[in-house]
Structure formats: structure tokens, C-alpha cells
């Protein structure tokens, strides 16, 4: 979009954000007793909250401008948690991920597609260089590693041979060709020259000819001018005007990093600017305030003060310490309770001890009263009123059309590099005024002497006899190992041990499938069927994608450090997990029997363990993935010494998770296909949310708008005729599952088929009697599930 749009498109949902704002004031603030209203009223929040990051994701997708790029993030970020924070709220209210949503659809006129979670752009797209060269790393040393297969080289027939040759023989006489008739012209060309040379020309004629060739160099420098604006005004290039050849190649990516460059000159050029004008007046006036701190402190207590270490903050803690007046009352308080503590310890000695009272009868508790329900406090309101009051302050009024370069603010800048420019001379003044104190110690006040030096040292020597270091274990010495080696020694070792896998690149949006709308009806009447397939894409990303993306999010939103993925083979989860990776950029670590082996016993785990968590919080997002997760809580005997080490993990998952912490954007993700065979205690715990994946139902299978037969034949090459019913499919697939039926497509739609396609179409029986041969899901199975 053009800048002006996206300026427009911002305006308007900053717009409908204030609205939103205002209306929680008035009634989430409020307490209410009906569950049915309360419902009502998030589900509205959600689903207005949900339009409204779509639209600041469309914004800010197309923005050129930083700090405009910065402010719509920031209102993203906190439109992200706020629909988290009220997700939560819902679902502790009915005590189920899934709600219905059609009535509060139908109230807002809106489409089921409406509550589908939008991903926002800037996801990979602000990392992208980074991860393509993770990729790219990554692959090599699989590739060295000798775990990639590498393509194999075909030999030719004797047919395809002969077409290569024809072809390389057509282009060298046709390149032959060229030569020769440039030849020609050429020779042509000076021919006519010379003729022309001999007619003598008018003055008129020459004056024509130098305004032709004079009008047409001037015509060319103005189309380049002009060419030179629009890609700049495209984003195309970002300042100086770049060769004509050069300015079709730029990427986007390209843009972002110059466009990123440039601004951190710009910040840098700043900073020494509003150092060097305002610099020494902020240095006189911070020693000011410590020097009158130093006076008024000897001035009241007697003595100058300890200067702060660098530690607690230097000089900034000594001035937002409390005024030296308080200090001296605050001292004067604590001799007087000391002493009035004293005389009633020498009162207590001199006096009888008393006969001990009576037990008085218990307190009659005071009856709970009720309130009803309460939204509870947020940490993203405040953030989005934040950034409201500052987008009408900076941003409300401004002027975007002449705005045409899409240039830095420099008063923007300056306010933000005021903070640093004076923590830098804050550090300065700190090193001046600490020698200057000691000075005047030494001087006036004596108090650093040759006795005070050594009851310093005895007292240093004391402090470190009694700290003791700790003896070195096996443990231990694991974790000093793992403490020397560097992150790119760890992350080849896990990716040599298929500890460190490659992502597939699958969106969420390929995990297609319809809402059910019988499954709403039932919902509504208080039943709590399997979630559709939007369901489950929806609770994917708000547990997974929406908290890996963003930083801001992931510390400030409800917490979700693990999921379980819980279905029948072949519904997609192992796709689910790959889409987590692919849309947030994530690192995929996979834990199973076979790669945990060679870290055999407890302390081969927990350095297995440490390294996956030391390499995923240095290149965060990062999911580890543990497939089959209900082999390691199994109710029965362990087969072998792999399955038996992989049992070990048990104990040592809810230590793992109790070492995430907020800032670590790590998630651990199960999928598990017979979860009922493991033990439930400790196999919920482990997992905070269950997501259970259903089968595709009929409308996914055969729908208006698409089929999943459909989809997989047109992928793998097929042609629909009339002798193909996919409605027949579509009805005798009932029961299998998306893995079935794309087994059963790949089945059928060989390179043989796929060659015999002209003069033989495809036929609905050969597709069936391929999927005769799998058994279904069984509705044992599936009520076992639910």
C-alpha cells in the first residue's frame, strides 16, 4: 500500500482501539453476576479485539517510516496480550477451550472467518536474514554430517541426449546468425555516414539536429530523476540514488537493512549532537544535586555519606534516596525503639512471671459475600493507553502527505536519546565526585585510616572463610563443560545426534478444514464435542505462535511453557508442530528413544537437557518436540534399554519447565496418538494445555469451496473429469484421517499414472480400493479420545 494508506488504515483502528479501551473502563471495571453476560461480553472483546489486529498488522506489514513501524508494533504487541489475557478469562468462565461463538458472530454481522487468529508479518520478516542463514548453517553440517539425502544423478536416454545437442546447435547458429547480420548493418550504417558526410547541411538543419540530440539527453536525465523518486518512494532504495541496473535487483529484505543502517546513524549523529549542546549543563547539574546531597546529609547526620556502588544504581540511588531529613528522623526513631525495647527487657527480668490467660473462645468466621465476577488486572492496558496517548500527541495531527521520504523525526529521536546520553555522563560524573568524596573524607572527617584499613581487610578475610565453594560433582562437572563450549559447538553436536532437526515449511493456513456447525448447536446446549479443525488452528496460535513471536507478549501474557497435541494418526499434528516453527522462525529440537539413547542414565539426560535449553534460549523462539509423549509416562513394562532411558525423562521434564522462564521463549510440545495408555497423574501435569485433534469431518472432506480430495490430486499432478466423484469419496472416507488420505492419492498417482493421465482419466474405484487397504478410526478410538 502507499504510505498514505497505511497512515489512514492505522488512524482508523487507533480509532476503534480508544473505543475499545473506553468500553473496558466501563464495563469490565465493573463487577457482574450473571455468567451469561460476562460471557457475552468477552466474546464480544475477543472478536473486536481480534479486527483490530488484523488491521494493525495490514498498517504496519507495507510502513517504511521507524519510529511509525515502532509505534503500530507496539500497539500490536499489546492488542496480541489483551486477546490472551481475555482468552484466559473465557476459558477459566466455562472451563473449555472451545466456545460457541455464532450468536455473538451473527450480533457483530461477521463470518466465521472473522475469528480466525491473524499471524502477524513482522514474525520473520524483521529475522529473516538471520534465519536464512540459520537454515542454510544448519543444512551444511547435515550435509557434511552425511544425514541429508543427496539428489540422484540420473542417466540420460539416448533420446533426451540427442534433444540436448539439437538444442545447443540451434542456439550456436542462431547466435552465429546475429553476429553476421549486426555485421551487415554495421557496415550498412557506415556507408550511409560517409555519403552523408559529403552533402553539406543549413545552419538550420545543424541547429535541428543539436536541439533533437540536447532535448532528448535532457528528457532521458528527467525520466531518470523521476524513476529515482518513485523508488525511493516505494522503498525501493533508501537515499542516494543507486545505478539504473542496480535499483531492479534491491530486494525488500536489502531495504530493511539499509533503511535499518541508516537509522542507527542517524540515532548515533544525534547522540553525539545532544551530548556535545547539552552534555556539560547535564554534567553541572548532576554534580550539583550530589554535592548538595553530600552537604545536607553531614549537615543533619554528622558525617558524609557511603557513595553508592555501580551496582545499586551510583549516584541515581543516592538522590532518589530519601531526603537527609528523613534519614536523621528515621534514625532518631530507631535509637528511641531501641531503647524503649531495652527497658522492657529490664522490666520483664525484675517482674513475676504471670499465670498464663485464659484461652478465649474461637472467632465465629464472617460469612463470604459474593461479589460476582471481576476481570482481573492486565498487563497490556496500560501499554495500549500508553500508546494512544502518544499516537495523539505525535502522530494524530501530522501532516503524512509531505512526509514523501518517509524521514526520521529528529525531536523523537532526541527524547529517546536523551535517557542515554545522560546515563553515559551519569557513569562520568559517578567516577568524579567518588574520588572527590573520598578527598574530602580523608580531609575534613579522617575517616579512612591505617585502623579502618585494617578492620576492612580483617573482615574481607572473615567474609571469605566462611564462603565455602561447593564441591565438584559429576553434575557439576557437566555443567562446567557445557559453561566453556560455545554455542555453535553445541548446536553442531545437537545437530549431528538428530537432536536439532530441520523445519518443513508448512504455514498454519495449510492445515486446512471447515467449522461444524452441528458440533456449535451441540456446544451451545452445554456439550463439549471434539473441536473442529479452526478450532484447533485458532488455540495453535494463541498458545504457541502469538507468545514465540513476540517477546513482549511472552513476558507479559498468561504463560504457557508446554502443550500436548493429542489424535489419531495422520490428523496433522506433527504438521501443527512444523507450522509453530515455520511462522515464528523457531529452532526444532526433537526428543525420541532412538536420538536420546546415546545420553544414557540421569546425568546424560540432564546435559542432553541443559544443552537444548542453552542453545534455545540463546536463539530463542525454540520448540522441543517429544513425539509419542505417552511412552514416557506408560503404564506397563519398558521394552529395552532405549525405551527404558527415555522413561528417565519423567522425572526430569517438570525440573526443565521450572527453569523456563518468561523471557525464555522456549516451548515444549507433545504429540501423542494413544494417550490413554499413559499415566494420567503425572502426564496431565507436565502438559498445562490439551489440545485434542479431531478426524476431518464431511465438510472438509467435500465442500463448495474445497475438497481435501480435490486439493491433494491437483497437488500431485491429477486431472478432475466426470468418471472421478469426489462426493463419492468424500462419503465412503468417513472415519480416515488427512494422512490416509494423502497415502492413498500418492498411492495411486505414480509417474506411470501420472503419464497414462491423457488417454486414460482417473476413476473413482481406483482411489477406493487404495483406501480399502488402511483401517480407520474406530469410534472406540475417537470416544476414548474425547
Same mark, same amino acid.
Given at each position: 500500500f502507499p504510505t498514505s494508506t497505511c497512515c489512514q488504515i492505522w488512524a482508523d483502528t487507533q480509532r476503534e482501539l480508544d473505543a475499545m479501551l473506553q468500553r473496558e473502563r466501563e464495563e469490565f471495571l465493573q463487577p457482574q453476576e450473571d455468567p451469561e453476560q460476562v460471557m457475552k461480553m468477552l466474546a464480544t472483546a475477543y472478536?473486536?479485539?481480534?479486527?483490530?489486529?488484523?488491521?494493525?498488522?495490514?498498517?504496519?506489514?507495507?510502513?517504511?517510516?521507524?519510529?511509525?513501524?515502532?509505534?503500530?508494533?507496539?500497539?500490536?504487541?499489546?492488542?496480541?496480550?489483551?486477546?490472551?489475557?481475555?482468552?484466559?478469562?473465557?476459558?477459566?468462565?466455562?472451563?473449555?477451550?472451545?466456545?460457541?461463538?455464532?450468536?455473538?458472530?451473527? =450480533?457483530?454481522?461477521?463470518?466465521?472467518?472473522?475469528?480466525?487468529?491473524?499471524?502477524?508479518?513482522?514474525?520473520?520478516?524483521?529475522?529473516?536474514?538471520?534465519?536464512?542463514?540459520?537454515?542454510?548453517?544448519?543444512?551444511?553440517?547435515?550435509?557434511?554430517?552425511?544425514?541429508?539425502?543427496?539428489?540422484?544423478?540420473?542417466?540420460?536416454?539416448?533420446? =533426451?541426449?540427442?534433444?540436448?545437442?539439437?538444442?545447443?546447435?540451434?542456439?550456436?547458429?542462431?547466435?552465429?546468425?546475429?553476429?553476421?547480420?549486426?555485421?551487415?548493418?554495421?557496415?550498412?550504417?557506415?556507408?550511409?555516414?560517409?555519403?552523408?558526410?559529403?552533402?553539406?547541411?543549413?545552419?538550420?538543419?545543424?541547429?535541428?539536429?543539436?536541439?533533437?540530440?540536447?532535448?532528448?539527453?535532457?528528457?532521458?536525465?528527467?525520466?531518470?530523476?523521476?524513476?529515482?523518486?518513485?523508488?525511493?518512494?516505494?522503498?525501493?532504495?533508501?537515499?542516494?540514488?543507486?545505478?539504473?541496473?542496480?535499483?531492479?535487483?534491491?530486494?525488500?529484505?536489502?531495504?530493511?537493512?539499509?533503511?535499518?543502517?541508516?537509522?542507527?546513524?542517524?540515532?548515533?549523529?544525534?547522540?553525539?549532537e545532544l551530548k556535545a549542546a547539552e552534555g556539560p549543563h547535564i554534567k553541572e547539574t548532576f554534580q550539583g544535586e550530589i554535592t548538595q546531597c553530600f552537604l545536607e546529609c553531614r549537615h543533619i547526620t554528622g558525617r558524609f555519606p557511603d557513595y553508592p556502588p555501580a551496582k545499586a544504581g551510583g549516584s541515581k540511588a543516592l538522590i532518589s534516596e530519601k531526603h537527609p531529613q528523613e534519614i536523621a528522623e528515621d534514625l532518631a526513631a530507631k535509637k528511641a525503639k531501641a531503647e524503649a525495647e531495652k527497658n522492657e527487657k529490664d522490666k520483664k527480668v525484675k517482674e513475676p512471671k504471670e499465670p498464663a490467660p485464659e484461652k478465649k473462645p474461637a472467632k465465629v468466621e464472617k460469612e463470604v459475600v459474593v461479589e460476582g465476577w471481576k476481570m482481573g488486572p492486565s498487563n497490556f492496558l496500560l501499554m495500549l493507553e500508553e500508546g494512544s496517548s502518544q499516537y495523539q500527541v505525535f502522530w494524530e495531527n501530522r501532516d503524512n502527505k509531505s512526509d514523501f521520504l518517509q524521514d526520521h523525526d529528529p525531536e523523537l529521536i532526541k527524547a529517546g536519546e536523551r535517557?542515554? @546520553?545522560?546515563?553515559?555522563?551519569?557513569?562520568?560524573?559517578?567516577?568524579?565526585?567518588?574520588?572527590?568524596?573520598?578527598?574530602?573524607?580523608?580531609?575534613?572527617?579522617?575517616?579512612?585510616?591505617?585502623?579502618?584499613?585494617?578492620?576492612?581487610?580483617?573482615?574481607?578475610?572473615?567474609?571469605?572463610?566462611?564462603?565455602?565453594?561447593?564441591?565438584?560433582?559429576?553434575?557439576?562437572?557437566?555443567?562446567?563443560?557445557?559453561?566453556?563450549?560455545?554455542?555453535?559447538?553445541?548446536?553442531?553436536?545437537?545437530?549431528?545426534?538428530?537432536?536439532?532437526?530441520?523445519?518443513?515449511?508448512?504455514?498454519?493456513?495449510?492445515?486446512?478444514?471447515?467449522?461444524?456447525?452441528?458440533?456449535?448447536?451441540?456446544?451451545?446446549?452445554?456439550?463439549?464435542?471434539?473441536?473442529?479443525?479452526?478450532?484447533?488452528?485458532?488455540?495453535?496460535?494463541?498458545?504457541?505462535?502469538?507468545?514465540?513471536?513476540?517477546?513482549? @507478549?511472552?513476558?507479559?501474557?498468561?504463560? @504457557?511453557?508446554?502443550?500436548?497435541?493429542?489424535?489419531?494418526?495422520?490428523?496433522?499434528?506433527?504438521?501443527?508442530?512444523?507450522?509453530?516453527?515455520t511462522e515464528t522462525g523457531a529452532n526444532l529440537f526433537s526428543l525420541t528413544p532412538s536420538n536420546t539413547v546415546k545420553?544414557?542414565?540421569?546425568?546424560?539426560?540432564?546435559?542432553?537437557?541443559?544443552?537444548?535449553?542453552?542453545?534455545?534460549?540463546?536463539?530463542?523462539?525454540?520448540?522441543?518436540?517429544?513425539?509419542?509423549? =505417552?511412552?514416557?509416562?506408560?503404564?506397563?513394562?519398558?521394552?529395552?534399554?532405549? =525405551?527404558?532411558?527415555?522413561?528417565?525423562?519423567?522425572?526430569?521434564?517438570?525440573?526443565?519447565?521450572?527453569?523456563?522462564?518468561?523471557?525464555?521463549?522456549?516451548?515444549?510440545?507433545?504429540?501423542t496418538r494413544r494417550p490413554f495408555d499413559a499415566n494420567p497423574g503425572p502426564f496431565c501435569k507436565v502438559y498445562q494445555k490439551i489440545i485434542v485433534v479431531p478426524k476431518p469431518d464431511y465438510l472438509t472432506r467435500f465442500g463448495k469451496c474445497f475438497t481435501l480430495w480435490k486439493h491433494y490430486i491437483l497437488q500431485c499432478g491429477g486431472t478432475l473429469t466426470k468418471l472421478l466423484n469426489l462426493n463419492c469419496l468424500a462419503h465412503l472416507s468417513d472415519g480416515f484421517t488427512q494422512g490416509h488420505v494423502v497415502e492413498v492419492v500418492h498411492t495411486v498417482l505414480t509417474e506411470l499414472r501420472l503419464l497414462q493421465m491423457a488417454r486414460k482419466p482417473l476413476r473413482t474405484a481406483e482411489f477406493v480400493t487404495s483406501l480399502a487397504r488402511h483401517d480407520p478410526v474406530y469410534n472406540e478410538e475417537e470416544e476414548a479420545f474425547q
Open positions: 472478536v473486536q479485539y481480534l479486527a483490530i489486529l488484523r488491521k494493525l498488522d495490514e498498517a504496519h506489514a507495507p510502513l517504511i517510516h521507524q519510529q511509525k513501524r515502532a509505534a503500530v508494533r507496539a500497539a500490536l504487541d499489546g492488542v496480541m496480550g489483551r486477546i490472551l489475557e481475555i482468552k484466559g478469562e473465557m476459558v477459566a468462565l466455562e472451563k473449555s477451550e472451545c466456545h460457541s461463538m455464532a450468536d455473538i458472530l451473527l =450480533e457483530l454481522q461477521r463470518v466465521p472467518e472473522d475469528i480466525e487468529i491473524p499471524i502477524p508479518k513482522y514474525f520473520i520478516k524483521e529475522n529473516l536474514g538471520i534465519l536464512q542463514y540459520r537454515e542454510k548453517y544448519l543444512h551444511e553440517i547435515l550435509l557434511n554430517a552425511g544425514l541429508l539425502e543427496q539428489e540422484v544423478v540420473t542417466a540420460m536416454t539416448l533420446a =533426451e541426449a540427442v534433444r540436448v545437442i539439437q538444442v545447443a546447435e540451434r542456439a550456436r547458429q542462431g547466435r552465429a546468425r546475429a553476429a553476421f547480420m549486426r555485421r551487415i548493418y554495421l557496415e550498412e550504417k557506415r556507408q550511409s555516414r560517409k555519403q552523408e558526410e559529403k552533402v553539406t547541411k543549413s545552419p538550420d538543419d545543424a541547429a535541428t539536429c543539436i536541439q533533437k540530440v540536447w532535448r532528448g539527453h535532457r528528457q532521458r536525465k528527467e525520466t531518470e530523476r523521476l524513476r529515482e523518486e518513485e523508488m525511493i518512494f516505494l522503498g525501493m532504495v533508501s537515499g542516494a540514488s543507486l545505478p539504473p541496473e542496480l535499483e531492479v535487483m534491491i530486494s525488500l529484505q536489502k531495504v530493511n537493512v539499509l533503511e535499518g543502517v541508516a537509522q542507527e546513524r542517524a540515532n548515533y549523529s544525534f547522540r553525539h535517557q542515554e @546520553v545522560e546515563e553515559e555522563i551519569r557513569v562520568q560524573v559517578d567516577e568524579v565526585m567518588e574520588e572527590k568524596l573520598l578527598r574530602v573524607k580523608e580531609v575534613v572527617d579522617a575517616e579512612i585510616g591505617p585502623g579502618q584499613v585494617k578492620e576492612v581487610k580483617e573482615k574481607e578475610k572473615k567474609g571469605k572463610k566462611r564462603h565455602r565453594k561447593p564441591r565438584k560433582g559429576g553434575h557439576e562437572n557437566l555443567m562446567m563443560s557445557l559453561a566453556c563450549r560455545s554455542i555453535d559447538s553445541l548446536f553442531q553436536q545437537l545437530a549431528e545426534e538428530r537432536l536439532l532437526i530441520q523445519v518443513k515449511n508448512v504455514n498454519l493456513s495449510d492445515y486446512m478444514g471447515y467449522n461444524d456447525c452441528v458440533r456449535s448447536l451441540l456446544r451451545e446446549t452445554g456439550a463439549m464435542p471434539m473441536p473442529t479443525i479452526p478450532e484447533v488452528r485458532q488455540l495453535v496460535a494463541l498458545y504457541g505462535i502469538l507468545p514465540l513471536g513476540s517477546q513482549t @507478549v511472552h513476558e507479559n501474557a498468561p504463560l @504457557v511453557k508446554s502443550l500436548l497435541l493429542a489424535g489419531p494418526a495422520g490428523v496433522g499434528k506433527k504438521m501443527l508442530v512444523h507450522a509453530i516453527c545420553y544414557s542414565g540421569k546425568e546424560g539426560l540432564i546435559m542432553m537437557l541443559h544443552m537444548i535449553l542453552k542453545v534455545g534460549k540463546e536463539l530463542q523462539p525454540s520448540v522441543v518436540w517429544i513425539g509419542d509423549a =505417552e511412552r514416557i509416562y506408560s503404564k506397563g513394562a519398558t521394552k529395552g534399554e532405549a =525405551e527404558s532411558n527415555f522413561k528417565r525423562l519423567a522425572r526430569l521434564l517438570p525440573q526443565f519447565l521450572r527453569a523456563l522462564k518468561p523471557k525464555d521463549r522456549v516451548l515444549l510440545v507433545g504429540t
